[in-house]
């Protein structure tokens, strides 16, 4: 059975180093947001193993006119775990915690091989891909918010 809760920046590194920045020194997977106002991280879990992460934190795209953003930042999940709902079922948690904050927005930069997910999971793609060293190719992703 998945749990999904409320887990420590400090939680989210080792699955965003073996998943998303395997090429990388584990430093580079601790963002400066990690412990900003209002950011928080979500972790799924199966038999007590973190299977899944996303790390959400206040901060506004300037092309977005919506007063109110959060961004989701190093959405990761255990390969042997993909496409069993973990990601979909972090998304659901965070966005019930953003609505409480009267957010309107939430907002990523996705990779373009996954841009397709993002899609199934109700966001929208906005402008061209761009390229984001030494990580590849990426493109806006966003998703409105309705309020509670």
Request: hydrophobic fraction near 35%; proline fraction near 3%; glycine fraction near 6%.
């Amino acid at each position: 059975m998945l749990e999904v809760k409320l887990i420590e920046a400090e939680d989210t590194y080792s699955l965003r180093h073996r998943i998303l920045r395997p090429h990388m020194e584990i430093k580079d997977c601790m963002y400066d947001t990690d412990h900003g106002e209002g950011a928080f991280h979500v972790g799924a879990f199966v038999q007590n193993q973190l299977i899944s992460i996303a790390s959400f934190n206040i901060e506004k795209y300037y092309d977005f006119p919506h007063e109110n953003q959060y961004r989701l930042r190093g959405m990761a999940t255990r390969n042997d775990f993909r496409k069993q709902g973990a990601g979909r079922e972090i998304i659901r948690f965070a966005e019930k915690l953003i609505k409480a904050n009267d957010t309107n927005l939430l907002w990523c930069n996705a990779r373009t091989t996954v841009q397709d997910y993002y899609l199934k999971i109700g966001f929208q793609a906005h402008g061209e891909a761009f390229d984001y060293p030494p990580i590849g190719p990426h493109i806006v992703m966003y998703k409105k918010i309705e309020s509670l």
